[in-house]
T-cell receptor, first 116, second 111 residues
Framework: EPEVTQTPSHQVTQMGQEVILRCVPI?????FYWYRQILGQKVEFLVS????????KSEIFDDQFSVERPDGSNFTLKIRSTKLEDSAMYFC??????????????FGEGSWLTVV | GENVEQHPSTLSVQEGDSAVIKCTYS??????FPWYKQELGKGPQLIID?????GEKKDQRIAVTLNKTAKHFSLHITETQPEDSAVYFC??????????FGSGTRLQVQP
């Protein structure tokens, strides 16, 4: 069964450093997402991406964050100047469509980011 | 924006019993309601979803009901097994907007 894959599974970084989290969405999907889950809390939406541009973003997704689709398969989340409160599990997700049949969103296994 | 409330936050049942998790949503434009199961250290896994043109959907031991008038939907798991133990999240979505999650229910099935 096709799946969303994410790397790295776990990254520890120093406060103030830049981090890039990588994702390979399901191959025929056109909509890509990043979500965040702080330990023990609910899954929070960060950003959605379609046709090489951001289609929606939350208040969390400020200038510290950026997303990119550098090639035909990868989708990345860059976090600049990391802060302690950025420590969380980051989930990449994808869907075929954004509404109607095919809007089911499939999640990857996550990248656990620890900022020290 | 959408706000999804989920109850209970924890639920403990005996193996073989049924479990029910309830969610309410605020945005009447929401029309897609998935349920995800999350095991420790893993990503949310879709277990069932329902769209607003149906009131109930069943898949083996799992069923979801939707009441659009009252803006609530529920997950029912029958004949629970220890491997059903996990955190379950409801979510809601309308149109092109992002998926909004509930706060999660930790289900513990006691053998």
């Amino acid at each position: 069964e096709p799946e969303v894959t994410q790397t790295p599974s776990h990254q520890v970084t120093q406060m103030g450093q830049e981090v890039i989290l990588r994702c390979v969405p399901i191959s025929n999907h056109l909509y890509f997402y990043w979500y965040r889950q702080i330990l023990g809390q609910k899954v929070e939406f960060l950003v959605s991406f379609y046709n090489n541009e951001i289609s929606e973003k939350s208040e969390i997704f400020d200038d510290q964050f950026s997303v990119e689709r550098p090639d035909g398969s990868n989708f990345t989340l860059k976090i600049r100047s990391t802060k302690l409160e950025d420590s969380a599990m980051y989930f990449c997700a994808s869907s075929e469509n954004v509404q109607g049949i095919g809007n089911t969103i499939y999640f990857g296994e996550g990248s656990w980011l620890t900022v020290v | 924006g959408e706000n999804v409330e989920q109850h209970p936050s924890t639920l403990s049942v005996q193996e073989g019993d049924s479990a029910v998790i309830k969610c309410t949503y605020s945005d009447s434009a929401s029309n897609y309601f998935p349920w995800y199961k999350q095991e420790l250290g893993k990503g949310p896994q879709l277990i069932i979803d329902i769209r607003s043109n149906v009131g109930e959907k069943k898949d083996q031991r799992i069923a979801v009901t939707l009441n659009k008038t009252a803006k609530h939907f529920s997950l029912h798991i029958t004949e629970t097994q220890p491997e059903d133990s996990a955190v379950y999240f409801c979510a809601a979505k309308g149109g092109r907007r992002a998926l909004t999650f509930g706060s999660g229910t930790r289900l513990q099935v006691q053998p």
